[in-house]
């Protein structure tokens, strides 16, 4: 039975209609882009110190000014052309972990650049933000200028196939995964394109040492003076929520800010260079006392920190040579000033959490020793509780904190001599 032309004239100019809407809207969307490419070469942006950055940051985020700095120069870094870096937030339950990422993401065009997931099977990712390239008969999932943020530990076999993008083996990464279609199981080819920045979140004490090595690990900050001055805050903001949100969007410090995300990411910076290169080697080797194959990312992380206070500044870095920056030593500074209140823990391949609940509750469990040989379990879990309030379990210290500190180096076992059953932690003192 033929359709009725009434139908199908309406239909045709319903499809008519649609592509002229999306032809304008592509039009709209390339005068925009323009108009900001303008921008970033004639709007005059003020330099913005460090310090400058955490007080903007503080409208939202209280205290934690190295994590939120960080996450800020973390997600500016997708910015970039191959200087992008990633982070991992680990810590307990309630302590901010996820609401440090989230909360400074707000200042990025979120529906453009930033995705945020909050739990992703092994092939989901792939699936679900892939398009078909009908040219290369591949998969693309195209990452370029976009911020991950995974709000919980993603999925094991996902991180295995996104080793080799964290690490910037290639900017393009071809991963075959199974399809189970509607008759057979095939083969999916997917086309990695691009560095994305990526944040994860995990309440999981475990990181594998191939994660580690690809991120920086940092933990909220769990002191009474900043839990009084967040709990301070979501009392003001579940007082008055719509008073809350225009209070702090029309801050002109925030505005501000965002500007100058628009304008950075406008601006299509390709190059960052840094200048007094041995200058520069000299004081980094001085950092270590040996070096390890580690040390190969984490000096190109600490690198970065000093091109993304570049980046921040764009219009006061600028060179002879278009789309390229120049890190000037206040930069370089600043980077370093975070790095040593953060390398510690990038050393140990331990999040701040386990380096300071190792140095608040095992060390002084230690000192207070009467007995001469290890620390129990059951001291560990009295200790902490008295030290952060919190009851911890026994699986949780047994299966993810103390194999973490085994793994450091941070401590020795050895068996109970009074109960052959039970074994004892000893911390190795340096």
Same mark, same amino acid.
């Given at each position: 039975?033929?359709?009725?032309?009434?139908?199908?004239?309406?239909?045709?100019?319903?499809?008519?209609?649609?592509?002229?809407?999306?032809?304008?809207?592509?039009?709209?969307?390339?005068?925009?882009?323009?108009?900001?490419?303008?921008?970033?070469?004639?709007?005059?942006?003020?330099?913005? =110190?460090?310090?400058?950055?955490?007080?903007?940051?503080?409208?939202?985020?209280?205290?934690?000014?190295?994590?939120?700095?960080?996450?800020?120069?973390?997600? +500016?870094?997708?910015? =970039?052309?191959?200087?992008?870096?990633?982070?991992?937030?680990?810590? /307990?339950?309630?302590?901010?972990?996820?609401?440090?990422?989230?909360?400074?993401?707000?200042?990025? /065009?979120?529906?453009?650049?930033?995705?945020?997931?909050?739990?992703?099977? $092994?092939?989901?990712?792939?699936?679900?933000?892939?398009?078909?390239?009908?040219?290369?008969?591949?998969?693309?999932?195209?990452?370029?200028?976009?911020?991950?943020?995974?709000?919980?530990?993603?999925?094991?076999?996902?991180?295995?196939?996104?080793?080799?993008?964290?690490?910037?083996?290639?900017?393009? &990464? &071809?991963?075959?995964?199974?399809?189970?279609?509607?008759?057979?199981?095939?083969?999916?080819?997917?086309?990695?394109?691009?560095? $994305?920045?990526?944040?994860?979140?995990?309440?999981?004490?475990?990181?594998?040492?191939?994660?580690? =090595?690809?991120? +920086?690990?940092?933990?909220?900050?769990?002191?009474?003076?900043?839990?009084?001055?967040?709990?301070?805050?979501?009392?003001?903001?579940?007082?008055?929520?719509?008073?809350?949100?225009?209070?702090?969007?029309?801050? $002109?410090?925030?505005?501000?800010?965002?500007?100058?995300?628009?304008?950075?990411?406008?601006?299509?910076?390709?190059?960052?260079?840094?200048?007094?290169?041995?200058?520069?080697?000299?004081?980094?080797?001085? +950092?270590?006392?040996?070096?390890?194959?580690?040390?190969?990312?984490?000096?190109?992380?600490?690198?970065?920190?000093?091109?993304?206070?570049?980046? *921040?500044?764009?219009?006061?870095?600028?060179?002879?040579?278009?789309?390229?920056?120049?890190?000037?030593?206040?930069?370089?500074?600043?980077?370093?000033?975070?790095?040593?209140?953060?390398?510690?823990?990038?050393?140990?391949? *331990?999040?701040?959490?386990?380096?300071?609940?190792?140095?608040?509750?095992?060390?002084?469990?230690?000192?207070?020793?009467?007995?001469?040989?290890?620390?129990?379990?059951?001291?560990?879990?009295?200790?902490?509780?008295?030290?952060?309030?919190?009851?911890?379990?026994?699986?949780?210290?047994?299966?993810?904190?103390?194999?973490?500190?085994? =793994?450091?180096?941070?401590?020795?076992?050895?068996?109970?001599?009074?109960?052959?059953?039970?074994?004892?932690?000893?911390?190795? *003192?340096?």
């Amino acid at each position: 039975m033929s359709l009725p032309s009434t139908y199908l004239a309406a239909r045709k100019g319903n499809i008519e209609s649609e592509l002229k809407k999306e032809a304008i809207e592509e039009v709209e969307k390339s005068q925009k882009e323009a108009e900001l490419q303008a921008a970033a070469l004639s709007e005059k942006v003020e330099p913005m =110190t460090a310090d400058e950055l955490a007080e903007v940051l503080s409208l939202t985020i209280k205290s934690d000014k190295e994590n939120k700095v960080v996450a800020f120069l973390c997600m +500016l870094s997708a910015y =970039t052309e191959n200087d992008q870096i990633n982070v991992s937030f680990n810590s /307990p339950s309630a302590s901010g972990k996820s609401y440090i990422p989230l909360e400074t993401a707000k200042l990025f /065009p979120k529906d453009k650049d930033v995705k945020e997931i909050s739990y992703c099977s $092994p092939t989901a990712f792939f699936h679900d933000y892939a398009d078909y390239d009908e040219e290369t008969k591949l998969y693309v999932v195209d990452l370029e200028r976009k911020i991950l943020i995974f709000l919980d530990q993603p999925h094991t076999l996902l991180l295995q196939h996104l080793r080799p993008l964290l690490s910037h083996d290639k900017k393009e &990464l &071809l991963v075959k995964i199974a399809d189970r279609g509607k008759k057979q199981l095939t083969t999916k080819n997917i086309l990695l394109r691009g560095f $994305p920045s990526v944040i994860f979140c995990s309440a999981s004490s475990r990181i594998d040492e191939q994660e580690a =090595t690809r991120f +920086l690990l940092l933990s909220p900050e769990v002191n009474q003076e900043k839990l009084r001055q967040s709990v301070a805050e979501r009392i003001k903001r579940e007082c008055d929520r719509n008073a809350y949100d225009i209070e702090v969007e029309t801050d $002109p410090k925030r505005q501000l800010l965002k500007r100058r995300i628009e304008l950075i990411k406008a601006s299509h910076t390709t190059e960052i260079t840094i200048p007094n290169k041995e200058a520069k080697t000299e004081m980094i080797l001085g +950092l270590y006392k040996s070096l390890k194959p580690r040390h190969n990312r984490d000096v190109s992380r600490l690198m970065i920190l000093a091109k993304m206070f570049a980046l *921040l500044n764009f219009q006061q870095r600028r060179t002879d040579k278009p789309d390229t920056l120049e890190v000037k030593d206040e930069d370089f500074e600043n980077a370093l000033a975070i790095w040593n209140k953060i390398n510690e823990s990038q050393e140990l391949g *331990l999040s701040p959490y386990l380096l300071n609940m190792f140095k608040e509750v095992l060390l002084p469990l230690w000192e207070e020793n009467k007995i001469g040989y290890g620390i129990s379990k059951t001291q560990m879990a009295k200790k902490h509780y008295e030290v952060y309030g919190r009851l911890i379990s026994n699986w949780k210290l047994e299966k993810e904190i103390i194999p973490a500190w085994d =793994t450091a180096g941070l401590i020795s076992k050895e068996t109970n001599p009074e109960d052959r059953r039970e074994v004892l932690i000893k911390p190795v *003192l340096t």
